[in-house]
């Protein structure tokens, strides 16, 4: 990625913390990485574009955090266990960006960019995942979807809402007869 596509989007990463979706606009981009303000327009063809490139790159960083997890385990449920709490940590932590991934205005094959990022994580779970030995798709995105879900119940604050813990659901998850 070239320079000043990397400065828009840091510069669209820092305007999505500080001040959630609406508040990443080309402009915005533009004036906060010290360019014009068409200068975006440049490098990407509208919003979305660039909003799909910032995701991207919050995929990077939640994969790394999630892989920084996984490898400090010393076993198969102990792996599990840090994938599962590092996810949900991840979301409830940086909800903005959690949130713009999983946009209705991503959907599967209209970003390829997005699409290849994705698929390069799933394969990097398959392959140093919370299990022994490479994991077919399926589990992976079994994995995925139940972390997912989680987390989507943990930043909405359902479970808050019921008085339980994210961790108190992973340990039922990771348990080997459902119970914690």
């Given at each position: 990625m070239d320079d000043t596509r990397t400065r828009l989007v840091e510069s669209a990463l820092r305007l999505l913390r500080e001040g959630g979706l609406d508040a990443v606009t080309l402009r915005a981009v533009g004036d906060l990485a010290g360019l014009s303000r068409t200068a975006p327009y440049r490098h990407f063809s509208d919003k979305t574009a660039l909003l799909a490139a910032l995701a991207v790159r919050v995929i990077a960083d939640l994969s790394a955090h999630?892989?920084?997890?996984?490898?400090?385990?010393?076993?198969?449920r102990d792996r599990l266990r840090a994938f599962y709490l590092s996810y949900v940590e991840y979301a409830t932590t940086h909800r903005e960006e959690y949130r713009l991934v999983f946009a209705a205005e991503f959907l599967a094959g209209d970003h390829p960019e997005l699409e290849t990022a994705i698929d390069q994580v799933t394969t990097a779970l398959g392959i140093q995942g919370p299990w022994d030995g490479p994991a077919p798709k399926a589990r992976v995105m079994a994995l995925l979807s139940t972390a997912h879900g989680l987390a989507e119940f943990a930043v909405a604050?359902?479970?808050t809402h019921k008085g339980i813990g994210y961790e108190d659901i992973v340990d039922v998850l990771v348990s080997r007869d459902g119970e914690p």
């Amino acid at each position: 990625m070239d320079d000043t596509r990397t400065r828009l989007v840091e510069s669209a990463l820092r305007l999505l913390r500080e001040g959630g979706l609406d508040a990443v606009t080309l402009r915005a981009v533009g004036d906060l990485a010290g360019l014009s303000r068409t200068a975006p327009y440049r490098h990407f063809s509208d919003k979305t574009a660039l909003l799909a490139a910032l995701a991207v790159r919050v995929i990077a960083d939640l994969s790394a955090h999630v892989a920084a997890a996984i490898l400090e385990g010393t076993g198969p449920r102990d792996r599990l266990r840090a994938f599962y709490l590092s996810y949900v940590e991840y979301a409830t932590t940086h909800r903005e960006e959690y949130r713009l991934v999983f946009a209705a205005e991503f959907l599967a094959g209209d970003h390829p960019e997005l699409e290849t990022a994705i698929d390069q994580v799933t394969t990097a779970l398959g392959i140093q995942g919370p299990w022994d030995g490479p994991a077919p798709k399926a589990r992976v995105m079994a994995l995925l979807s139940t972390a997912h879900g989680l987390a989507e119940f943990a930043v909405a604050g359902q479970l808050t809402h019921k008085g339980i813990g994210y961790e108190d659901i992973v340990d039922v998850l990771v348990s080997r007869d459902g119970e914690p």
